[in-house]
């Protein structure tokens, strides 16, 4: 029930990806993110949907932006879709996902950005089908470890490696501390490339951390991030409805 309950958490608040500014859809997926508006993102998804579509008719390249972008988008969606019990919709999007992150494996199979993202779509059918959680779990991990052994700076890798660390049980090898500090690694980098502005991604990643630190009782950096990410974005719907009280209450 533990493993069930950080999951669900996970798949709330970790929605993030590898690639920053690649489509002209991302301040609108932004801004959705913000206002926790999924209609509006599945709506973009959409749109994105159909441009790819339009691309692929003619010349493209496998690993184009918009392409890169919409695996991101998908990413996202899925583990609202979870934690909203809406499974049938996504693995719908989960699949999609992976049809997208396996062509571009397919022509670059060391890839550690999508061998990241293969890890965390391996998570998604956790959510789904918890009875198979020790299957996946393996697979999950397996291609974490990948990932982090051919980029061990990506920050999508950290990322990951970290859901690893920090969802796991202790006897699987869990560790929440170490977890925590890819976490935070993640965020240096991603504010040492200056791509914090208009990123869903680095807001999300800044929420988990903060409900991370709660979770643990660290009440001192738990208000740290809290304050970092209500800077970051002073109108963002979800940490204020969410975990605002929580905070207020330590």
Same mark, same amino acid.
């Given at each position: ?7 669900? =958490?996970f798949?709330?608040?970790l ?12 301040r609108e997926?932004y ?7 999924m209609?509006?993102?599945?709506q ?11 691309e692929?008719?003619g010349?493209?390249s ?15 969606i899925c583990?609202?879709l979870?934690?909203q ?15 997208l992150?396996?062509?571009?494996l397919?022509?670059?199979p ?9 890890a965390?779509?391996k ?6 089908s ?19 052994a051919?980029?061990?700076e ?7 490696m ?12 869990g560790?929440k ?6 976490y935070e690694?993640a ?18 990643l800044?929420?988990s951390?903060t409900?991370?630190?709660?979770? =643990?009782?660290n009440?001192?950096?738990a208000l ?14 979800? =940490?204020k ?6 905070i207020?209450?330590m």
């Amino acid at each position: 029930m533990e493993r069930k309950k950080y999951l669900l =958490i996970f798949l709330i608040l970790l929605i993030g990806g590898a690639i920053f500014g690649q489509s002209k859809y991302d301040r609108e997926i932004y801004d959705s993110y913000v206002k926790n508006d999924m209609a509006g993102w599945k709506q973009t998804i959409k749109l994105a949907e159909r441009d790819l579509a339009a691309e692929s008719r003619g010349a493209f390249s496998y690993k184009s932006p918009l392409r890169v972008s919409l695996i991101n988008y998908y990413y996202g969606i899925c583990g609202w879709l979870i934690s909203q019990k809406e499974n049938k919709q996504a693995m719908e999007y989960i699949k999609k996902g992976e049809i997208l992150i396996e062509s571009i494996l397919d022509k670059e199979p060391e890839n550690a950005t999508f061998i990241a993202y293969k890890a965390a779509f391996k998570g998604f059918r956790i959510g789904i089908s918890n009875f198979k959680a020790i299957y996946l779990g393996v697979q999950s991990l397996n291609h974490a470890k990948k990932a982090m052994a051919l980029e061990p700076e990506n920050f999508r890798v950290l990322i990951e490696m970290g859901n690893v660390l920090y969802y796991s049980p202790s006897f699987a090898g869990g560790d929440k501390q170490k977890g925590l500090e890819l976490y935070e690694k993640a965020v240096y980098k991603i504010e040492k490339s200056k791509s914090e502005q208009y990123n869903w991604q680095y807001l999300s990643l800044l929420t988990s951390i903060t409900n991370a630190y709660l979770e =643990i009782g660290n009440s001192k950096k738990a208000l740290e991030y809290y304050n970092k990410t209500t800077s970051a974005e002073p109108a963002f719907v979800w =940490i204020k409805q969410n975990l605002g009280p929580k905070i207020r209450n330590m």
